[in-house]
């Protein structure tokens, strides 16, 4: 499955986080670490994005639930 994000997704929420996320499942830990890495300037910035980015995951899982559920259902799921 490929998720696209648009320039106008919500905070402009970095898509290499979520293709790291959904591919290597990484822990909320990594994302911290990389977030508490910054510098000082970046780190609100970063913060707002990491909770987009829960958001984010959010909506895909419910989003990747339908899915089951309409292939349960018989319909095709491309």
Not at 36 to 51: F, H, I, N
Request: with cysteine; hydrophobic share 40%.
């Amino acid at each position: 499955m490929y998720v696209y994000l648009t320039k106008e997704a919500p905070n402009q929420i970095p898509a290499l986080f979520v293709i790291v996320k959904l591919e290597h499942d990484l822990t909320n830990h990594w994302l911290i670490r990389q977030i508490s890495g910054l510098a000082k300037y970046q780190r609100q910035v970063a913060c707002d994005k990491y909770e987009a980015f829960n958001s984010f995951n959010q909506a895909f899982y419910r989003f990747q639930q339908l899915i089951e559920l309409r292939a349960e259902q018989g319909y095709k799921v491309q």
